[in-house]
């Protein structure tokens, strides 16, 4: 299967400073990449959908603003939580869409980065 | 409204037991529906994969089940193991050009030894 790697796995900081995620795909090119949120004993939830060279789609209630979703390339996707505060504190996890032509597409999720704002 | 629902919420089993997870869901059109296994802290892993016109299909000792008139799913756990212990969401995709998933909430599956 397609490996999506998100880096860094956890990270801990201080309430009002930003956070940097990064998601890769290792061994397709991803022109789609999705970012999802998920809280303990709860399902992934839908942020946004990242575009590659173009703004990101934010679900309702998603501040633009607060999450920056930057996908410069075909293979990175990023996600910056700015003015970080302990109640985004959450698991982050992206995913890839690979696309194998007609309707053969399949998102591909990456190991997640715990996010613990202090 | 597009939706997934799985049950149990939660299940606790004997190692070496069988279990069936079930989802239903009710997303139109519908595209395909996947079974994936989440460990605690990691990301969602894909166990199966199926569309409309499959009815089952396996993956080791897992076998999920399709009825697309029912629209009801079921996963198969045969002779679990302890690293069987996870989470198992029920993810359906509807024919849009959103490439958007509709997540059930999952059932916590916990096998004792």
Redesign the interface.
Same mark, same amino acid.
């Given at each position: 299967g397609a490996v999506v790697s998100q880096h860094p796995s956890r990270v801990i900081c201080k309430s009002g400073t930003s956070v940097k995620i990064e998601c890769r795909s290792l061994d397709f090119q991803a022109t789609t990449m999705f970012w999802y949120r998920q809280f303990p004993k709860q399902s992934l939830m839908l942020m946004a959908t990242s575009n590659e060279g173009s703004k990101a789609t934010y679900e309702q209630g998603v501040e633009k603003d607060k999450f920056l979703i930057n996908h410069a390339s075909l293979t990175l996707s990023t996600l910056t939580v700015t003015s970080a505060h302990p109640e985004d504190s959450s698991f982050y996890i992206c995913s890839a869409l690979r696309v194998a032509g007609g309707l053969d597409r399949e998102q591909f999720f990456g190991p997640g980065t715990r996010l613990t704002v202090l | 409204k597009n939706q997934v629902e799985q049950s149990p919420q939660s299940l606790i089993i004997l190692e070496g037991k069988n279990c069936t997870l079930q989802c239903n869901y009710t997303v139109s059109p519908f595209?395909n529906l996947r079974w994936?296994k989440q460990d605690t @802290?990691?990301?969602?892993?894909?166990l199966t994969?199926m569309t409309f016109s499959e009815n089952t299909k396996s993956n080791g000792r897992y076998t999920a089940t399709l009825d697309a008139d029912t629209k009801q799913s079921s996963l198969h756990i045969t002779a679990s193991q302890l690293s069987d212990s996870a989470s198992y969401?029920c993810v359906v995709s509807a024919v849009d050009s959103?490439?958007?998933?509709i997540? @059930?909430? @999952?059932t916590?599956l916990l096998v004792r030894p």
């Open positions: - | 595209s994936y @802290g990691r990301g969602p892993v894909s994969i969401i959103s490439y958007k998933l997540f @059930g909430s @999952g916590r």
